[in-house]
């Protein structure tokens, strides 16, 4: 079994159409805007709180911004995209 505490990768890497890109970007918020959705729902159903709200605005901004830069891009412009995930296991961050 693998005890590995720590992993870095990257999700995205490389140049995209500014269409692709688009596309990419706002299926990845979409995706997170319909988690923190799901989850504040269950929230308020098991607990009356919605702790993932201030997340959702933030989402939400970011996926106006997003959209906002792409209106302003060339749509045959050429887009570098870079985005990595680190992952650190600890106690401390375990939910309970």
């Given amino acids: 079994m693998n005890t590995q505490k720590h992993l870095k990768f990257k999700l995205i890497d490389g140049y995209f159409s500014a269409e692709e890109a688009r596309d990419i970007l706002l299926a990845l918020i979409n995706h997170k805007i319909a988690h923190h959705e799901m989850h504040s729902f269950s929230q308020q159903v098991r607990f009356s709180s919605t702790p993932s709200q201030e997340r959702l605005k933030n989402l939400n901004e970011a996926k106006q ?26 106690k401390a961050a375990v939910k309970q």
């Avoid at 891009?73 to 992952?87: C, D, G, H, R």
């Fill in 65 to 90: 911004l997003v959209k906002a830069f792409f209106e302003e891009t060339e749509p045959e412009a050429l887009v570098s995209m870079f985005s990595e995930i680190e992952l650190v296991k600890s």
